[in-house]
């Protein structure tokens, strides 16, 4: 099993919809996650941390965190052809120092 | 804050050859540096992880002697890619840690070797 698991996609969604991006992880004493929005041939760009259960806003964009089930999720509200892009879920272990391990990432399409 | 400056951003060399890549945090103190690299269609592999003065830590596969990691101030990491050869073509990604700044990134650097 891997540390951190995402869809690899592509998910495919209609502009103005709402997107939604899953990650699971292994390490249950895993306290910091994030999400990294990457376009392609660019370097990853944070979008969203969250450390604590229930959902965090910021603007279009809600992560949602369950430690009980392991599962973090990003949520892209009113999505735009410019959220097209791969997304990357990363999970600060709990055994691991300060190093992210990352997820394969989600490659998302906004279809105008 | 955490601006972060990479570079070369793209570079092409020729197979033997030696590449040095230059990550700068430019507005804090970056105590710790990992090196990432990412081939196509793939997510970012952590390469091995630098505190400043000390030794690099390499992940399992990477080749300490073939990736030189230079940590020598707090502001400056090198990665030299040592007799580069094709299948080290991928883009390399620096993201130092330090002070109150979380995880940042690097522009990164596309190496294509020829």
């Known amino acids: 099993q891997k540390e951190v698991e995402q869809n690899s996609g592509p998910l495919s969604v209609p502009e103005g919809a709402i997107a939604s991006l899953n990650c699971t992880y292994s390490d249950r004493g895993s306290q910091s996650f994030f999400w990294y929005r990457q376009y392609s041939g660019k370097s990853p760009e944070l979008i969203m941390s969250i450390y604590s259960n229930g959902d965090k806003e910021d603007g279009r964009f809600t992560a949602q965190l369950n430690k009980a089930s392991q599962y973090v999720s990003l949520l892209i509200r009113d999505s735009q052809p410019s959220d097209s892009a791969t997304y990357l879920c990363?999970?600060?272990?709990?055994?691991?120092?300060?190093?992210?391990?990352f997820g394969g990432g989600t490659r998302l399409m906004v279809k105008p | 804050g955490a601006v972060v400056s990479q570079h070369p951003s793209w570079v092409i060399c020729k197979s033997g050859t030696s590449v040095k890549i230059e990550c700068r945090s430019l507005?804090?103190?970056?105590?710790?540096m990992f090196w990432y690299r990412q081939f196509p269609k793939q997510s970012l592999m952590l390469m091995a992880t630098s505190n400043e003065g000390s030794k690099a830590t390499y992940e399992q596969g990477v080749e300490k002697d073939k990736f030189l990691i230079n940590h020598a101030s707090l502001t400056l990491s090198t990665l030299t890619v040592t007799s580069a050869h094709p299948e080290d073509s991928s883009f390399y990604i620096c993201s130092p840690r330090g002070g109150r700044y979380g995880y940042t990134f690097g522009s990164g650097t596309r190496l294509t070797v020829v």
């Open positions: 990363a999970v600060e272990l709990s055994n691991a120092g300060n190093m992210l391990t």
């Open positions: 507005d804090f103190q970056a105590t710790t």
